[in-house]
């Protein structure tokens, strides 16, 4: 099993997300709301009597993905089919304000514009009304799909067919667009609503949900293992790259067909509607891939912006400030977290050796951070998938340094270690050396400052009996906890 990204690698791939250009193929709805009160029963049947107080519009299915690609600092071609009707010109009008979406919505007098119509009473939904038809788009509307679809493939980066079973992505269109992204050279994502995947073959990532995942393979996809299963059969009956499992309250599961499983918990803290959140989830993807991701990070990422995206009432969308925000929150709630005990640290690098990571330790008493510290741990994390720092708690320090050491206590400076990006845990060790517990975690790199040679660097000829490296890196020069309390009028 692959071990999820870190938030600071995630936080990182959001700054680089508006480079990201997303073609966007598939049925568009208009989802309009009618918000209200309801005090009483009507007279005429057993249901609530809705008293309208204001209403809005929102693009939702293919046309809410490329709202949230632009949300999220992305560029959206968007490509889909309406009806002569109020309801397209409604949905050409919401696109107009968005200048991160050039949308071509192609007329079909044949067929009204989809329309999901909500009502609400306070939080809770009433009733919906759906005004749509399934049929497949005609054959002169297929054709000038996939000619507008063929025009802006050179524009952009990668497509998203965003599925929604109302017709456009029909016999004759979907085939088709699938050839024409692969001799673009443009990668696919498919939101996917056959109960055959194998209609999808020639896209490289689907992402279906859990119960169409069960309803195309027959496995049950609501934990882990199932969903994993389940995975590979879509990847089997496809030849895709990836299959991205969505599991509601559980997260996600991204099965590649190169690599392992990788399972990763929902970031939802509240539920308030979960409309829209599978478009969320799919605009992200495609635009962390579109700015050159990683796919578990763009999952991962993919993730986050669902769970931001569930909290809010309605279609809604997910900024790039609200991800960043919520990242670095994350980020700062998971300090203490990474404080554990040896026994603890144990079981962290168990799983991370079972998941193929390399991991790298490093030590000090790391009184007062200085950018000596910071250039330390930098290249340590880049020298390994996985970091420990193992601090001297006060009473080691006072041995080595003297009675006027340290400046702040361990607790102090373990929260302040494990808030640093590169440091993965952070481990308190009481005795002068940490060579019991270099011996006890096994690292693969043992990382030093320049200032000691090979073969003075403590717990050097532990780690060379079974195989690891030690690492030395240059120190910046005029840096020093020593200099700096010397400086401030302190003792050293």
């Known amino acids: 099993m692959t071990a999820p990204p870190s938030d600071a690698e995630l936080a990182g791939t959001v700054r680089a997300l508006s480079g990201a250009r997303v073609l966007v193929l598939g049925d568009v709805i208009l989802d309009r709301y009618v918000i209200g009160h309801a005090a009483r029963l009507s007279p005429e049947a057993p249901i609530p009597v809705l008293r309208p107080q204001r209403g809005y519009a929102t693009l939702g299915g293919a046309a809410n993905v490329a709202l949230n690609v632009a949300a999220l600092g992305g560029r959206a071609w968007l490509c889909g089919v309406v009806g002569a009707d109020a309801a397209a010109d409604e949905m050409r009008r919401l696109l107009a304000a968005e200048p991160g979406i050039r949308a071509a919505l192609l007329d079909a007098p044949d067929r009204p514009t989809t ?280 009473a080691s320090v006072r041995r080595l340094k003297g009675p006027a050491r340290p400046v702040q206590s361990e607790q102090a400076r373990a929260t302040v270690m494990a808030s640093l990006a590169p440091v993965d845990l952070v481990v308190l060790f009481a005795e002068d050396t940490p060579r019991e517990l270099i011996a006890r975690l096994r690292p693969d790199v043992l990382v030093k400052g320049s200032d000691y040679t090979v073969e003075t660097v403590v717990g050097a000829d532990v780690v060379a009996a079974y195989g690891g490296r030690v690492l030395l890196v240059d120190l910046q020069e005029g840096h020093s906890t020593t200099g700096t309390i010397r400086r401030m009028g302190g003792q050293a």
């Open 115 to 394: 329309t999901k119509t909500r009502f609400v009473a306070g939080t809770h939904q009433l009733m919906r009304l759906d005004e749509e038809t399934t049929a497949p788009v005609g054959d002169v509307t297929a054709a000038r799909v996939l000619a507008e679809f063929r025009a802006a493939l050179p524009e952009t980066d990668i497509v998203v067919l965003s599925d929604y079973a109302k017709g456009v992505l029909s016999d004759a269109v979907l085939p088709e667009a699938l050839r024409l992204a692969r001799e673009a050279g443009r990668r696919v994502i498919a939101d996917p609503k056959r109960a055959d995947f194998a209609a999808y073959r020639g896209a490289d990532i689907l992402t279906p949900n859990e119960l169409e995942t069960r309803a195309a393979t027959g496995i049950d996809a609501a934990g882990a293992a199932g969903a994993e299963r389940a995975g590979r059969a879509v990847l089997a009956a496809t030849g895709g790259e990836a299959v991205l499992v969505t599991r509601s309250e559980r997260g996600v599961t991204l099965v590649r067909r190169e690599g392992g499983a990788l399972h990763v918990p929902t970031r939802a803290r509240a539920v308030a509607d979960v409309s829209g959140a599978g478009d969320t989830l799919v605009a992200a993807l495609a635009v962390a891939l579109g700015a050159g991701a990683r796919l578990p990070v763009a999952a991962a990422l993919a993730n986050v912006t669902a769970g931001l995206s569930v909290a809010k009432p309605g279609t809604a969308t997910v900024t790039a400030a609200e991800l960043t925000g919520a990242l670095h929150l994350r980020e700062l709630a998971a300090t203490d977290s990474k404080i554990v005990s040896a026994e603890e640290a144990d079981a962290h690098v168990a799983a991370w050796r079972a998941a193929g990571l390399k991991v790298g330790f490093a030590n000090g008493c790391f009184d007062l951070i200085h950018p000596g510290h910071v250039r330390l741990l930098t290249e340590a994390r880049a020298a390994c998938d996985r970091l420990i720092v193992a601090l001297n708690t006060d």
